[in-house]
């Protein structure tokens, strides 16, 4: 046991901050009072926080008072750390406290992983997402398994709050969406968020979010990409479409103008320096997406935003039917976004019944499998393109009309951008309405409409003259 603490080390570093109280900051960053090992000297680290945060010195005779205070005071203790040589250069030292307080919490794990997996005979999928979930809050150093105190989530708060307030009249709070529009609506994905995307098939579904991870890794953020349809050279042509504004069946064919080959190469180029990562192996569980997210975030702090395309792709247990198995995956993504403290965006599907109804724009009923995800999800947007029902219309009169053996000339102009809506069907912290944008076809692109009032939506009230009936959609 004793390669697993080392007390002279750790009244050192106390010591070195009572003798100079100017360098707890920077302990304090890398330091927390259970990285120590003997009790008194975690009371000795919290009650200096307390002291810090209320801007009193760190020295003995305070410490006394607030110790006291705590009911935690050993004066045999306080002068052994008194009598410790206090140090300048702590680094090494911090290190070792590190270090041997993520032995200790490994050696915890271990106890608790042979009591869930033999006393408690719990199934191995659940013992393996326990030990991975430890393991990354080992990793990050963030082990916490009390209740937090008052105390603690008020200064929290109070932070947050001063933080919003140099922003000033920003009116984005969270993660930047890339769209002027939907930030003033949203404030930006809230980290912790779970935000699902739907959209019937020819929408721009995956269009819309490769536009947003453009724009974070344009920001130097991180993203993960699970794609579960298209490999990840498909998103990259998307991807690249969108940023050099050439058309994606240009792309697709390598038919390209020589100053098109030279605004490529710059893209590609400037792409592949960002932090852009992509699983393309067509297959995915709660827990393959849960093991890989928190290794890459471990690895890479830096991921500010997850997506996946699309939530039906992925897999369930399969234990009680596929409404449990949606029900599971909704939750562990909730739950996963939380952990990691970022927005995860899952793109979802919408049932065909939205088809069969006058007015197209999707509703929450509308989602497949809804429940579950209407429950869990912070954010519900839906992509609406009244021009791809349209175009589908006037495709199907044309059809019988031929049929028919008329003659039919379609009033339908394809355009080469197109109004594009974002209709928020669920915020948890703000107002639903709709966000107008414009959808670039050719560039598989979205980009701000010009400002105009969000209008509240109500679907009983909407009544949109179209063909009933299910309409085949056009591919993009």
């Known amino acids: 046991m004793e390669n ?42 919290a009650a ?18 607030k110790l006291n205070a705590m009911g ?3 004066e045999v203790a306080m002068l052994d750390l008194l009598s410790a040589n206090p140090i300048t250069n702590t680094a090494a030292y911090l290190k070792e406290i590190k270090a041997k307080s993520s032995k200790r919490a490994l050696a915890t794990l271990a106890t608790e992983i042979k009591k869930v997996t033999i006393e408690d005979d719990l199934p191995a999928e659940d013992v393996m997402n326990l030990v991975e979930k430890k393991l990354y ?7 916490s398994d009390d209740f937090r105190e008052s105390k603690e989530i008020t200064l929290s708060m109070m932070g947050e709050i001063e933080r919003l307030k140099a922003l000033g009249n920003s009116k984005l709070i969270g993660t930047d969406t890339g769209f002027r529009n939907l930030n003033d609506r949203t404030s930006g994905f809230g980290k912790g968020d779970l935000v699902i995307i739907a959209a019937r098939p020819a929408m721009g579904k995956t269009a819309f979010v490769l536009n947003m991870a453009l724009k974070a890794i344009e920001r130097n953020e991180g993203v993960a990409f699970f794609s579960l349809e298209m490999p990840a ?16 069946q240009a792309l697709r064919v390598g038919d390209l103008k020589d100053e098109q080959w030279s605004d490529l190469a710059a893209a590609t180029q400037d792409i592949a320096s960002k932090k852009l990562f992509v699983d393309d192996g067509g297959y995915a569980t709660i827990h393959h997406v849960r093991s890989k997210l928190r290794k890459l975030k471990a690895q890479h702090p830096e991921i500010s935003v997850a997506i996946i395309d699309y939530l039906q792709l992925m897999s369930g247990e399969g234990r009680e039917g596929r409404q449990q198995e949606v029900s599971e995956i909704s939750r562990g993504l909730k739950q996963l976004a939380r952990e990691l403290q970022i927005p995860i965006l899952a793109l979802s599907q919408l049932n065909r019944g939205v088809e069969s109804r006058d007015n197209k724009r999707p509703m929450l009923s509308d989602l497949r499998e809804s429940g579950a995800i209407e429950q869990d999800a912070d954010i519900i947007l839906f992509v609406y393109r009244d021009d791809v029902y349209r175009e589908a219309q006037e495709k199907e009169k044309e059809m019988k009309a031929k049929a028919e053996g008329k003659e039919y000339t379609s009033e339908f102009r394809k355009k080469p951008e197109e109004d594009a809506e974002i209709i928020i069907g669920k915020q948890r912290n703000g107002p639903t309405g709709t966000v107008n944008l414009i959808f670039q076809k050719n560039f598989t692109r979205f980009v701000d409409a010009p400002t105009g009032p969000a209008f509240e939506i109500e679907y009983e009230d909407a009544d949109i003259p179209m063909n009933t009936g299910n309409i085949e959609l056009p591919a993009i």
């Open 48 to 65: 200096m926080e307390e002291l810090s945060a209320e801007e009193k010195p760190l020295d003995d005779e305070f410490l006394r008072s």
């Open 72 to 74: 935690k005071f050993d």
């Open 4 to 45: 697993m603490y080392n007390l002279n080390i750790e009244r050192a570093v106390l010591s070195a901050i009572i003798f100079d109280p100017e360098t707890y900051e920077e302990i304090a960053a890398k330091l927390k009072p259970q990285d120590f090992y003997l009790p008194f000297h975690q009371h000795v680290f």
């Open 233 to 248: 050279e498909q998103l990259m042509l998307r991807m690249l479409s969108a940023k050099t504004s050439i058309p994606l």
């Open 137 to 143: 809050e080992i990793t990050q150093n963030s082990t």
